[in-house]
């Protein structure tokens, strides 16, 4: 998905520079942490817990400055259940990240439909479209990483292809 479309729908301002400081305050501290936190099982995916079992999770970055920043990577070590610091993700990580797919499908929705003219019209297609989710997609996502494990260690780290 866009940085632009992402910086619409949590609402960082048109010129901020997502840097060190502003990621972890106003993305990690507000909007992960609150996320991590949920605790209902059922409801909208904007309310509910999104994984049954936190122990199982772990937490991974792609190689954006404000994400490998030594601020960040403390941070992230200090407050999530399990995480992994930038030497330990593989160099392919988007071919075991779930998320990846996650936003690739939240993009072709937004494809789907009429382009959106204004930012609120953005926000509630994106608000629309990640509601529509189903919680079985989302396990999917989680349930097939074990193959694509194994399909990356086979591949010699190379990309997954489609």
Known sequence: MSFRAISKLY???PKQTVNTAY???EILAKSCLDTLRRTKNNGSVLEMKMVPNMSK???????A????????????KENLPSYWEKSQCPGNSPD????ENLWGYLQEELNK?????TISDLKMQLKSAWEALQSSFLQALVDGMPERVKTCIELDGKYISK
Not at 57 to 63: K, S
Not at 65 to 76: D, E, F, L, R, V
């Open 11 to 13: 609402s960082i301002p």
């Open 23 to 25: 990621y972890i305050d």
């Open 57 to 63: 999770v772990v937490f991974m970055q792609d190689g």
């Open 65 to 76: 400055p404000a994400h490998t920043a030594k601020m960040t990577q403390g941070w992230c």
């Open 96 to 99: 075991l990240n779930p998320i």
């Open 113 to 117: 439909r009429e382009p959106a003219k």
